[in-house]
């Protein structure tokens, strides 16, 4: 019973972590789509007034800044839907499937920028600005600074790749703005003409903040190595309830920012009984929930033996006959009875041989060494740090 409480508890904090992230999410992108929404039309209308091909693509890169943040809110919405029989861990994953459609947008743009750039490149047309333009564009770079910086560390504190990748592309428009100020400053004063080369710049940064905010995105949804940090702290945090040996297998799903759920294997003496190591996997699934927010859906166990000399002895030695090779990482999960001749033990394996070929060689060396005994030989892959 104490294990359904637990789990319901981490159930409900995740589900209050979820709302408030959202509702920090949502906030977040309104005032980027309201501050972008007046940045658009005062650099349109400047654009077109002064005939500069460079402050109408500007104006254009805040326009699918709108666009995005329209995304993002909606892809926000959808992934905080409750899970259901179809989706039973909920739909977080939507998430990323709309910073998808976000860097699929700032690409495009950047293309289309480009494409306007050296039109006006081939075709020149000279452009003339006012004083007032001139102090418009200057709140204007400022305006994008502080709303980059703000969107950028609400980002960070709610884990949203969407509203990282927009406070970095408003970081990004705040310095090519600049480049267009001082592009406007120089015709200003010399007219000499340098924008339809700017929009050029303009268009490359554009296209390359979206392909990084996609290849990142694109990780996340096909799975990645889980964070270092996060892996150790949860081995940590494992490993300091008594009598555990050791935490291996660490495999955590992601489901959507702030949604991971993970499985874990650990080492515990062969004389504990059911009941005890019940009592101890409940204790370490609400650490590791505490700690670090972790739901762990599965805690398997590897006994180790506590009971003669010789059982050391050998494990000691395999340990050496294993880590002898270099594609060997680790070796866990090591039992052995010597009244029955049997032995057993996984090896992390790197990716620089096949599972097959590297289980080939050990189980001969190790029969070479212990031809008395029958040895299985697990493979687990190097998923984790």
């Known amino acids: 019973m104490q294990k359904e409480n637990i789990g319901t508890d981490n159930k409900e904090n995740l589900a209050e972590q979820i709302v408030y992230r959202d509702r920090i999410i949502v906030k977040t992108s309104v005032i980027g789509i309201i501050t972008n929404i007046f940045l658009v039309l005062f650099k349109l209308t400047i654009g077109f007034l002064s005939s500069s091909i460079s402050i109408i693509l500007d104006g254009?890169?805040?326009?699918?800044?709108?666009?995005?943040?329209?995304?993002?809110?909606?892809?926000?919405?959808?992934?905080?839907?409750?899970?259901?029989?179809?989706?039973?861990?909920?739909?977080?994953?939507?998430?990323?499937?709309?910073?998808?459609?976000?860097?699929?947008?700032?690409?495009?743009?950047?293309?289309?920028?480009?494409?306007?750039?050296?039109?006006?490149?081939?075709?020149?047309?000279?452009?003339?600005?006012?004083?007032?333009?001139?102090?418009?564009?200057?709140?204007?770079?400022?305006?994008?600074?502080?709303?980059?910086?703000?969107?950028?560390?609400?980002?960070?504190?709610?884990?949203?790749?969407?509203?990282?990748?927009?406070?970095?592309?408003?970081?990004?428009?705040?310095?090519?703005?600049?480049?267009v100020l001082i592009c406007a400053l120089i015709t200003f004063f010399t007219n000499f003409s340098l924008e339809a080369y700017v929009g050029i710049i303009i268009a490359i940064f554009i296209i390359r903040a979206g392909i990084e905010m996609m290849v990142e995105t694109l990780d996340e949804i096909l799975g990645k190595r889980a964070d270092a940090e996060t892996t150790?702290?949860?081995?940590?945090?494992?490993?300091?309830?008594?009598?555990?040996?050791?935490?291996?297998?660490?495999?955590?799903?992601?489901?959507?920012?702030?949604?991971n759920y993970a499985s874990v294997h650990i080492e515990l003496p062969d004389t504990m009984t059911v009941d005890e190591v019940d009592v101890l996997t409940r204790e370490i699934e609400k650490n590791v929930y505490m700690e670090t927010g972790v739901i762990l859906t599965g805690v398997g166990v590897y006994s180790y033996n506590t009971k003669n000399d010789e059982a050391t002895r050998i494990r000691n030695r395999i340990s050496e006959i294993v880590m002898a090779n270099e594609w060997a990482l680790q070796m866990h999960g090591f039992y052995v009875n010597t009244e029955k001749k049997t032995m057993r033990f996984d090896v992390v394996l790197s990716f620089d041989i096949t599972q097959k070929e590297g289980i080939e060689i050990l189980q001969k060396a190790v029969a070479t060494e212990f031809p008395d005994y029958n040895c299985l030989i697990i493979p687990d892959l190097d998923i984790t740090d």
């Open 60 to 179: 254009v890169n805040n326009l699918t800044d709108v666009i995005s943040s329209i995304v993002t809110i909606v892809g926000t919405k959808l992934a905080g839907k409750k899970p259901d029989k179809k989706h039973p861990l909920g739909h977080g994953r939507i998430e990323y499937i709309a910073t998808t459609i976000v860097s699929a947008i700032i690409i495009y743009a950047g293309i289309t920028a480009g494409r306007e750039a050296i039109k006006k490149i081939l075709e020149p047309e000279e452009a003339n600005y006012s004083i007032i333009a001139l102090i418009i564009m200057a709140v204007a770079v400022v305006t994008k600074i502080v709303l980059g910086l703000y969107v950028q560390k609400q980002g960070h504190k709610t884990n949203s790749g969407a509203l990282i990748g927009s406070g970095k592309d408003a970081l990004f428009d705040a310095i090519l703005s600049g480049s």
């Open 232 to 259: 150790k702290k949860i081995k940590e945090t494992i490993c300091k309830s008594d009598p555990v040996m050791g935490a291996y297998d660490l495999l955590i799903s992601n489901y959507g920012p702030n949604r």
